[in-house]
């Protein structure tokens, strides 16, 4: 089976020593997730949009930039979406919450068996959910016994914060 859409993320390791071949892997993919430094480290731009335009061009049809408490930025269809992040009280371990965040996203996109803007705004609210349990635990303690209904319950209290824009 052919994989619907092959999602990527990298580390400011591998884009600094590693340049040449990740730019031929990046060229490759169909979803690009990565953190704001890490987008203004490939493209030189500190605008989101600006940079989302270049890693376009690359290759990658959806481009997410993980902007941490102010949310993540969705880019593709000549679409933009502003997704809010989840507060938490207190943040314990930051390690892992980007993979859980793909995690999310993955999953939601694989049950749902589709791969498009709209579905790529309802995948995030998944992966921001589940980074938001992993920040609040040490490793995956708090992800283990996470259920279902847990995950939804925090999706909603997300989009009750849906960006006002004034």
Known sequence: NQPKAIILDT?????????????????????????????ELITRE????????????MGPRYVIIKKGVAGAEL??????????????????????AGDWFKGGIAGYLA??????????????????SLASFSLEKIGTINLLPLSKNSIEERIKKIKETEWVIT
């Open 11 to 39: 580390i400011e390791f591998w884009i600094k020593k590693y340049w040449d071949t990740l730019e031929k892997v990046i060229s490759k993919v169909d979803i690009i997730s990565i953190n704001l430094e890490e987008a």
């Open 46 to 57: 500190k605008d989101t949009e600006k940079a989302s335009r270049i890693l376009h061009k």
């Open 75 to 96: 880019f593709g269809d000549g679409k933009k979406y502003c997704a809010p992040a989840y507060t938490i009280d207190k943040v314990i371990d930051p390690t892992g």
């Open 111 to 128: 049950e749902i068996n589709e791969v498009s803007f709209d579905s790529l705004k309802s995948a995030i609210y998944y992966g921001t």
